[in-house]
């Protein structure tokens, strides 16, 4: 008996992202899986009387992209109304956000948290005529002397605070950061009220706890905006004891359960568990990771639970990522993790990755400069040559500044890395004043690192970013800069299908899905992702601009753009 399909798609591009780059003329979804794609004529001889037939009208058909380092749950908790908005264009200076604090405090209860997420000082005015004009306590202070306020950067390595929520968590001069951090003081000794990395917890763990229907909140309005950008699945990279904001990761797990088993979760869900925060030991790490309890899922291919975070370093931004080399102003920066002397910090990372390795979760390692990529990837060998088992896929997240070096030794173990395109387009220029012009157009290498043969696979890293991937496509085949138009690394492009293959199949691999998910192929799920452009005939600046019209989720409309 012949099969009919429930979908089929003609009249546009198929762009499987298979192994030969296949472009077909139409596909054909029946049930939850892809039953066939090929020529229009074959497609067409799929449809039955109760098939859909969807005119792609020109359009370009992907596989459903693959946000493969999304903070989900973060970013719906910093979109209003759970959070200010002090992001860049909504605020364009210190005095717009102090102002949008003073709205907010007049609302306020008596002591009251005010939170609000995404300042950058790059789009601050006062810091840009004056690079040391930095935000400080005493902005906040005077429209809110009584209420603790914290803002979190766009970058969420940073906070900006008033001074009752310093003197809440007992932070003054004698206060010593833990390692790897910074609280920036003035001429006195006396903090600013700007802290960075593990600094950052002692007052984050302040923040009300959130409750499930807060959290619930924030992952249905989040999914549902992932679906209008055809996103069909992401990796939330850290649930657990490790995250202070506010207790969002011990019950952040456990919301994704419920949502699937109420059948009201539109994206498939693979998680990282992050046992620790920033500064601490592998003692404490051990004992977090061996005391979680990973409940049962009731559909893997919806919410999986595969590997651990760590966080070993912080961003050049902060001058906080472990380089080789000097920054511009001096330093190298250091691992954020326990310990007196660098020996002792890398030792203590060594276990760390060990120690998941041998538990049996993949490894997802925060570093970006570096020092700390070469340390990450030669503990990764040595794990997995101590220990061996099969197809670990430890991987470095962002991965800035990779060198040629850990790509030899990622290609030979089958490591994989993590970038960020999104992240580069933003702050291409602001990174020469860090590192220097030649670093900043290397950063992100996405050529030499596919060359290499490492599986490159690519995250927005949101709220640090939107999750724009077709921005993030344009900005792999262009390296152009927001700000400026500026190229930074010309050498470090990549082709359309390249780009397109890091937010799909690539993201597929790390997940350990690339046999079910990631490209368009025949028993694959039927995961979509519909655009009203012709991608292979636009010119790449003008690849954001397209329109996605449908995203599917195995084989069911999640998102459908009106005509």
């Not at 959070?83 to 717009?96: F, G, K, M, Q, R």
């Not at 999104?422 to 050529?447: H, N, S």
């Not at 927001?482 to 993201?507: M, P, W």
């Amino acid at each position: 008996m012949k099969r009919y399909a429930d979908i089929i798609y003609v009249n546009g591009s198929v762009l499987t992202i298979d192994e030969n780059s296949t472009v077909a003329e139409g596909l054909a979804i029946a049930g939850d899986e892809i039953l066939a794609v090929g020529e229009r004529q074959e497609i067409e001889r799929l449809a039955g009387p109760n098939t859909r037939v969807v005119d792609m009208r020109g359009g370009t058909l992907l596989p459903g992209i693959n946000d493969s380092h999304l903070h989900t749950i973060s970013w719906g908790l910093t979109r209003p109304p759970l959070s200010l908005d002090v992001s860049y264009p909504a605020v364009t200076s210190i005095a717009d956000i102090t102002r949008v604090v003073a709205d907010a405090v007049a609302e306020a209860e008596p002591g009251q948290w005010i939170v609000g997420a995404g300042w950058d000082l790059g789009y601050l005015e006062e810091y840009r005529e004056n690079p040391d004009r930095m935000p400080t306590r005493h902005d906040l202070d005077a429209v809110s002397p009584d209420n603790p306020v914290h803002l979190q950067d766009f970058s969420y390595h940073t906070i900006w605070v008033n001074s009752r929520a310093l003197e809440l968590a007992g932070i003054d001069e004698n206060t010593v950061p833990p390692p790897g951090s910074t609280i920036l003081t003035d001429d006195g000794g006396r903090p600013i009220g700007v802290l960075s990395e593990g600094a950052q917890h002692a007052i984050a763990a302040l923040l009300p706890p959130l409750n499930d229907e807060v959290r619930e909140a924030a992952v249905l309005s989040a999914v549902a905006e992932l679906n209008a950008l055809g996103i069909t699945s992401f990796t939330e990279p850290g649930l657990g004891p490790g995250d202070k904001s506010g207790g969002m990761g011990e019950g952040g797990l456990a919301t994704y359960h419920r949502l699937l088993e109420e059948g009201r979760l539109n994206a498939r869900v693979t998680a990282l568990l992050l046992p620790v925060s920033m500064s601490s030991s592998y003692a404490d790490f051990a004992a977090e990771l061996d005391a979680m309890t990973v409940p049962p899922t009731k559909d893997p291919r919806m919410v999986n639970v595969v590997g651990v975070k760590i966080l070993a370093d912080g961003i050049p931004p902060n001058k906080t990522a472990w380089m080789h080399d000097h920054y511009v102003s001096g330093g190298c920066g250091e691992l954020t993790v326990a310990g007196e002397t660098d020996e002792e910090r890398v030792a203590q990372l060594n276990q760390m990755i060990t120690h998941a390795h041998r538990a049996g979760y993949q490894a997802g390692v925060h570093i970006t400069g570096d020092r700390g990529i070469d340390a990450v990837v030669d503990a990764f060998s040595a794990a997995v040559s101590e220990h061996p088992r099969q197809d670990s896929r430890h991987y470095v997240i962002h991965g800035d500044f990779l060198t040629a070096r850990s790509m030899r030794i990622c290609a030979e173990y089958g490591f994989g890395v993590n970038m960020n395109p999104t992240i580069k387009w933003t702050i291409a220029d602001l990174e020469e004043q860090f590192v220097g012009a030649e670093r900043a157009a290397y950063e992100w290498p996405y050529r030499d690192a596919i060359d290499a043969g490492i599986n490159v696979a690519s995250g927005s890293d949101a709220p640090v970013t939107e999750p724009d991937w077709l921005q993030g496509v344009s900005t792999m085949m262009l390296r152009e800069s927001k700000a400026s138009g500026k190229v930074s690394g010309e050498d470090q492009c990549i082709t359309l299908t390249e780009a397109l293959r890091t937010y799909t199949a690539a993201g597929a691999w790390q997940d350990f899905a690339e046999d079910w998910k990631g490209t368009l192929e025949p028993g694959k799920v039927a995961d979509l992702c519909l655009l009203d452009q012709d991608l292979l005939s636009l010119d790449p600046h003008d690849i954001p601009r397209a329109t996605v019209r449908m995203t599917v989720l195995g084989g069911r409309v999640v998102h459908e753009r009106e005509s």
